[in-house]
């Protein structure tokens, strides 16, 4: 299969389970995640209109980050609109992975969002490498549903405290929370999983646990993709169903 065969039946997965839910296909963003792939294939992903791409560990994104988006001066505005959609083909990095605290220094000003933050002395580190290069960066709170060991991410009950905890890291801004399913699990044993984080979303709000609204979920991989757009997802991250492996 080609890289536009794959799109058209990603689109066609995604526009169907819009259908079945009353949901718009503009609601929702792809994160490609080309963590598997070259910078080759990754910037053949970008022609094809995906800019937002997703990478798990900076030893791994450095050489095609620097392919990519090295030769450019212009740092991605942490500020901007997140929703609007850039006019060129300048890719947003997305750090999708667990971000070791001594990396932030690497990861900040280059990757727009972090999907993985779960822990407050991240925040702080996030937070001083924003101040420094004056930017606020998109954060995603990491929640660990399914309550798997080998996870990471927060307990639910851990969230609200977790939230107030982070308001003084004015460089960090929550925009809404990340999960990933049970490994090796049928897309249907996700779909309590997903619709668990976007019910602890809405609490969040309800409670005005934080100034602003979260409106963001970053849930749904390439299995697990179709239930997630039905639960609510507003950011997908396609890795293998989309980029190939
Ligand atoms: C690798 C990865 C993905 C994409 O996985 P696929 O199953 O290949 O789509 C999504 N999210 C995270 C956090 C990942 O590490």
Not at 41 to 52: D, L, R, S
Request: glycine share 8%; aromatic share 6%; hydrophobic share 40%.
């Amino acid at each position: 299969m080609t890289l536009s065969d794959r799109i058209g039946q990603i689109e066609a997965a995604i526009q169907g389970a819009c259908e079945r839910s009353g949901r718009t296909r503009e609601e929702i963003q792809i994160v490609a995640v080309t963590k598997y792939v070259s910078a080759e294939a990754a910037a053949e992903v970008i022609q094809h209109g995906f800019i937002h791409l997703g990478e798990n560990r900076w030893q791994v994104a450095e050489e095609k980050w620097e392919a990519i988006s090295g030769h450019s001066s212009s740092q991605p505005d942490g500020q901007a609109d997140f929703h609007a959609q850039p006019s060129s083909n300048t890719p947003v990095w997305h750090f999708i992975g667990s971000l070791q605290t001594n990396k932030v220094k690497e990861v900040i000003g280059k990757f727009t969002y972090i999907h993985s933050l779960d822990r407050i002395s991240l925040a702080q580190a996030i937070h001083k490498r924003a101040e420094q290069l004056n930017l606020i960066v998109p954060c995603f709170i990491q929640v660990n549903v399914s309550g798997e060991d080998s996870k990471h991410g927060l307990s639910p009950e851990e969230l609200p405290a977790f939230l107030q905890e982070l308001a003084p890291y004015k460089g960090v801004r929550p925009i809404g929370l990340m999960t990933m399913a049970p490994l090796d699990s049928e897309p249907e044993q996700a779909r309590p999983v997903f619709r668990r984080l976007r019910q602890l979303r809405d609490e969040l709000n309800e409670r005005r646990i934080v100034e602003h609204r979260l409106t963001e979920l970053s849930m749904g991989m390439s299995g697990d993709y179709v239930v997630a757009v039905e639960e609510g997802a507003t950011w997908l991250r396609l890795g293998t169903a989309l980029v190939g492996k």
